[in-house]
């Protein structure tokens, strides 16, 4: 205790301010005879608001700011970063967007990106830099940030950015990367620097600062040159890849389905999780990509071909990005249907390339496509084996279910860990594994002697699984004894605790297809239905105006990365009748006829009264107002501390407060810092595929030394556990059931910044319909670029979701009836599993069909024993 109170007292004296963080415990305990524990977690305290608020100027460049937690208010405007070299004689490629977003919390974080390079790039010295900001409790001494290429490490530092963002900058061996897609792995191994309890785990973390962050490149790289190598077209600091549709005056929906095509495919090339397109003249700078499609003629007063020849057949090619312009990818040909046969060209991807590792990382995005009846190892979803020395161990992994996916509980799908544990952990130590952040599945460690293990099956109930985008995170709690002695030196001399193996793997067994409509998320993270849908999907666009038509190209854009292949949508300007194909309507509330949203069930009036003047307002695009310097520092100091989507709005009384910080002056003599990490420092944690027995063996030592017990008992105990578990899975989907229900009472509120609505008019895909509208067209466009931030758009759910721009939130209302849509053949298997599924998520039913059933077995047998057999008097 006394050396707890020292340690506070040298954090203070070495101009660390103190925080207070009201954290509890948010672990389900499970009784020590059940191994398995089926539950809903309560909310963690980073997701109730109580992040600890962190003392730290922004960044070395910028003067300091105390930041406090504020209310939502109304957006002010936002505009993008300037863009600037990372060193001189340099530009930054910075790494797109993910659903992860840029944080890596707790004790141990991870975060995979697959990074395309020209084969001109592979062959160049090429540096990585990282610009990162930490928790205020990370213990540097102890905690260390480490850049991985290939599965190979480049270089690690200790992580003491706890006042400003530091920056450092890794020299990357010749031939490590590769020409096409190479996997960069950041991870981070983080010590409380006061206390040693699990809770405190969780006001630990590392923010990768996106604008600082991202591959090194000379200044007079070409970049792309040609169509093949669309994958390393830079993302801007946001992590979002830019697209400028450049289209003619009043272009022609015909016009805009082929740029809808082209900019779908650039998407795709390169795994860009968030591409934002908009419509104007070209853009210059250098991120992004400038989209010019048309005919030739057409062509000639946005863009200069003289230089490539002669336009008398299909063509799709590149103009390379030039001082002061982006990249421009150009598909035109002599007449209209040569620029179709150009379209068609381009949608037709070449096989992918680039190192084992960065296939394995593009395959992954934006998570790994698993069906029924199969299984994966964790290492081919980018997840590395470690050995670990702390409380608190998390990995994660991102799996897409099929859009036809039944979830239900009606089966559970398998996680079979390999790994170990050491002896001596305290009675609390368990293991957890969360789908999209809620408990699934809890198994105790009971054994004083530690063990080891190569496939200790772990159900997972279908029922926590979704149609669509699903995040598998698995948590181990590992405290000791020793932790309530709490010397925060001994971590760095801590022993091996816990022992994940990336041999573990996931397994599905066979799972009900049939769809069920409305369902926005499978729709926001699965394109279904308008992804292979029979025909051509309509994009009704009752307004042609530039903001609008870039908030359905952003859309519809976005479906097709969450699809996995371009869609072919087909525009009309009338609302189409029912039956010729499923339809999304994108537009602001006043373009569409109101008959038709309450038709649709779109609340309308609510949402004219919420947003009031807000519909008639004649609004700048932020992207049109330049901020200052001040307003940028502040703005992106929010972004980083609560690991905000730059894309959304930031509260504007938070901003305002922090531009009177950023005010005072800075301290003299500050610079930036940067530091260069020598190649080959020490290697944290373990290469992903080897010596992975040898590992396993050498623990399996460890423990004999320290005696074994009772491994039978055990095994018993873990049938018995996965028995109760079942039992309790009813329970668990009731509780779930009535947090949904508690979300339908969040409704429209003059925050909400866009609607999205979805209805089934008739019995088949055809006649699903999905509205997306905002107050006015310049809204329409802004609130579209934050819907599809991965971290936004997978919240998506329901019959209604309603965006808060300035929380980066979507309150969702779920569908009351959901009507089922066949798919496939119901096959005997298929209905069956369907019937199980139906019958788990209607309990009620299922108990009247079962005491109907024993009442009429009841009945036979009493006919039976009266009527069967010899009498007697």
Known sequence: ????????????????????????????????????????????????????????????RQSRVEVAAVP???????????????????????????????RLAGEVGASEWPIYVTEAQASRRLQFRIGYLAAVSVMPEASALTL?????????????????????????????????????????????????SLEATYELWTQIDPTETGLVLPEDDPGVTSLSDLGALPPDEQGALPIRAVLGANAKPFEIERMLRAAQAISLAGRFEQPVVDAGPAAPGRYGVNLFVGAAAELAGRVDLSRVGPMNEPRAFVLPAAPGRRAGVVVTGATSAQVDEAIRRLLVS??????????????????????????????????????????????????????????????????????????????????????????????????SSGDVFRDNPLPLPLGFLKAGLNRIEIEAHSPTRQDVDCDPLASLRAAKRFLFLDETEIELPPIARIARMPDLAVTASGGFPYAGAKGRPKLYLPSLESDAVGAAATIVAHFAIAAGRPIDFE?????????????????????????????????????????????????????????????????????????????????????????TALSAPAPAGEAERVDF????????????????????????????????????????????????????????????????????????????????SQTIAGDTAKDVWTIVTAPNAATLAEASACLVDPRVSRRVQGSLAMLDMTSATV???????????????????????????????????????????????????????RNVGRRTR
């Open 148 to 196: 991985t290429i290939n599965d190979q490490t480049i270089g690690d530092t200790p992580i003491r950015a706890v006042q400003e963002v530091e920056t450092i900058v890794f020299d990357i061996p010749p031939g490590v990367m590769r020409p096409g897609f190479n996997s960069v792995r950041i991870s981070t191994n983080q010590r409380h620097r006061v206390d040693c």
């Open 1 to 60: 205790m006394q050396f707890r109170i020292l340690a506070a007292m040298l954090a203070a004296t070495t101009a660390l301010t103190p925080i207070a963080v009201g954290a509890q415990a948010i672990f389900t305990t499970a009784p020590q005879e059940q191994l398995f524990h089926f539950a809903v977690d309560r909310p963690r305290p980073e997701a109730s608001g109580l992040q600890p608020i962190i003392p730290a100027r922004f960044s070395a």
């Open 571 to 659: 525009i009309v300007d009338a609302p189409p009748a029912e039956g010729q194909g499923p339809t999304l309507a994108v537009a602001p509330l006043d373009s569409f006829d109101a008959a038709l949203l309450r038709r649709l069930d779109m609340p309308a009036d609510m949402l004219r009264e919420a947003w009031g003047p807000h519909l008639t307002a004649d609004r700048r695009k932020a992207s049109e107002k330049r901020l200052s310097q001040l307003e940028i520092a502040a703005r992106n100091r929010f972004v980083l501390q609560r690991n905000f989507p730059m894309a959304c709005y930031a509260p504007r009384n938070l901003l305002e407060r922090t531009i």
């Open 350 to 447: 070449p096989a992918p390339k680039g190192s084992p590792q960065g296939l394995r990382a593009a395959a992954a995005f934006p998570g790994y496509r698993l069906d029924g009846g199969r299984k994966v190892k964790l290492r081919d979803l980018g997840v590395a084996s470690e050995e670990f020395t702390g409380r608190l161990y998390r990995a994660a992994f991102n799996i897409v279910m099929p859009p036809d996916f039944y979830a239900a509980d009606y089966g559970n799908a398998l996680l079979r860990l390999a790994g170990g544990y050491a002896a001596g952990l305290d009675s609390d130590a368990q293991i957890v594994v969360k789908i999209d952040e809620r408990t699934a599945v809890s198994l105790i460690l009971l054994k």
């Open 811 to 865: 309150a969702a209302t779920p569908a009351d009836n959901p009507r089922f849509i066949v798919t496939r053949p119901l096959s005997f298997g298929n209905l069956r599993l369907i019937a199980a599924g139906w019958m788990s998520l209607h309990p009620t039913v299922y108990v009247g069909l079962a005491v109907l059933v024993a009442a009429l077995f009841a009945a036979s047998a009493r006919w039976l024993t």
């Open 677 to 756: 990490a020598p190649v080959g420092s020490v290697r944290r944690g373990v290469e992903r595929g080897e010596g992975e027995q040898d590992l396993l063996e050498a623990w399996r030592d460890d423990l004999r030394r320290e005696g074994r017990w009772g491994y039978g008992v055990v095994e018993r105990l873990r049938v018995a556990g996965a028995w109760s578990a079942a039992r309790v899975a009813d329970a668990a989907q009731w509780v779930r059931a009535g947090f949904e229900a508690e979300a339908a009472d969040r409704v429209a509120s003059a925050q909400a910044s866009l609607a999205m």
């Open 72 to 102: 939502a208010a109304s957006p002010p405007p936002v505009a993008p970063l300037a863009p600037r070299p990372a060193i001189a004689g340099a530009m930054l490629r910075h790494l797109t967007n993910n659903i992860q977003g840029y």
